[in-house]
């Protein structure tokens, strides 16, 4: 694996998990505000799912990175906002 096919998969995994917070943030607050309508649930729920997939394909390929890039991927992770 090259180090620049291993950055690539650290940057996607890092994009993805931030879509995944971003996306429980909207659900939460859309709750929170109450129970939305069913369209916009509906839309809510499907982002969810295509940005979750997204998530749990990423997360299955940083974990076949070669051992010397998991400090990398530790330290992307680490850096990740909260939400």
């Known amino acids: 694996m090259?180090?620049?096919?291993?950055?690539k998969?650290?940057?996607n995994y890092?994009?993805?998990a931030r879509a995944l917070r971003e996306n429980t943030a909207t659900l939460?607050?859309?709750?929170?505000a109450g129970l939305p309508e069913p369209e916009q649930l509906e839309r809510i729920w499907l982002e969810r799912d295509a940005?979750?997939?997204q998530w749990s394909n990423a997360a299955a390929s940083?974990?076949?990175?070669?051992?010397?890039?998991s400090a990398r991927a530790l330290c992307e992770i680490e850096q990740?906002?909260?939400i």
């Open 2 to 7: 090259t180090q620049q096919m291993a950055e």
């Open 28 to 32: 939460t607050a859309s709750l929170a």
């Open 80 to 82: 990740l906002p909260a």
């Open 14 to 16: 890092a994009a993805s």
């Open 62 to 69: 940083l974990r076949e990175l070669p051992i010397e890039y």
């Open 9 to 11: 998969i650290i940057r």
């Open 51 to 53: 940005v979750y997939m």
